[in-house]
């Protein structure tokens, strides 16, 4: 979403090379704990963009899903769908449940980090600075 207007394009981690990405990975979208999960990464965007990252949300809905998603929580990054579940597999996250992976895209690897790392309710940023 972009001034409240969906933008449909392609998402490749390639074009992202030398900088880091944030996939978060979530089960489903308009759930309570996925809500709560991407409102914080919203509430925490400009904390993510002053660090040279940027963030992916990723499930297995399709676009409209993720379009009326993103509308009304006024997430202003992209909801990518893995329909097929493509990137579970090639990243090995079986069961995505609030479950967050930083891509370090300078080095071509990526740790899974568990769900308590996450930015807390307070807007503590602490856990991602040291990882970025």
């Not at 409240?4 to 944030?22: I, N, W, Y």
């Not at 002053?50 to 006024?74: C, N, V």
């Amino acid at each position: 979403m972009v001034d409240g207007d969906p933008v449909k394009a392609h998402f490749t981690l390639s074009e992202r090379r030398g900088h880091p990405v944030v996939l978060a990975f979530y089960p489903a979208d308009h759930s309570p704990g996925c809500t709560a999960q991407l409102c914080s990464y919203q509430d925490e965007l400009d904390t993510f963009k002053d660090l040279g990252a940027e963030i992916w949300g990723i499930s297995r809905q399709h676009t409209g899903s993720h379009e009326k998603f993103a509308r009304t929580k006024r997430l202003g990054f992209p909801l990518l769908a893995d329909e097929k579940g493509d990137v579970v597999k090639l990243t090995q996250v079986e069961r995505p449940k609030l479950r967050l992976t930083i891509l370090d895209l300078s080095s071509g690897e990526y740790r899974e980090l568990s769900p308590n790392t996450e930015p807390s309710s307070d807007g503590s940023m602490s856990n991602f600075a040291d990882l970025l």
